[in-house]
């Protein structure tokens, strides 16, 4: 396995595992906050599925949004399965382009970001994605233990 198929194995299981928590919200509960500054269930989850396509258009661009739309402007969140399909075509580009990079761009593809500083090599910034989404699965999960609510088997 070579470093290309290591990177979308690791996006593959992400996800998997983030639906998996995901489905495991009760309905009742999409709307749920911890308290007023915090993303609701759902907001947090489009958050994510947003926030891939966002990262998907820095790297395209290599760092510079210039007059990035999000194609979730204006939707109103209704439900889960929603949110997915919404999301699938732009997950569907964003594994497309991982699928089409070699080896040598992951070291040699710099996303430069002079508004935030940040100036890391395209693997580098394909790891931060991935943590991005690991990161809100732990909020998310955390918010499910707070609600006292069981929590899906995320480890198998």
Not at 99 to 112: F, G, M, P, W, Y
Request: aromatic share 10%; net charge negative; hydrophobic share 35%.
């Amino acid at each position: 396995m070579n470093a290309i198929d290591t990177i979308l194995l690791n996006f593959s299981e992400i996800r998997r595992r983030s639906i998996n928590l995901w489905n495991g919200i009760p309905t009742e509960y999409l709307n749920w906050k911890p308290d007023k500054d915090a993303f609701t269930c759902i907001e947090m989850i489009r958050h994510v599925l947003e926030g891939e396509h966002l990262f998907h258009k820095i790297i395209e661009n290599r760092g510079n949004l210039g007059n990035y739309q999000s194609p979730w402007n204006d939707l109103e969140y209704t439900d889960l399965k929603n949110e997915l399909n919404i999301a699938a075509i732009y997950r569907e580009k964003f594994l497309q382009m991982i699928n089409t990079l070699n080896e040598a761009d992951l070291e040699s593809v710099r996303i430069e970001r002079r508004e935030v500083n940040q100036s890391k090599t395209l693997g580098d910034y394909l790891n931060r994605i991935a943590y991005h989404e690991s990161v809100h699965t732990g909020q998310l999960l955390s918010y499910l233990r707070t609600l006292g609510i069981d929590r899906p088997q995320l480890w198998d």
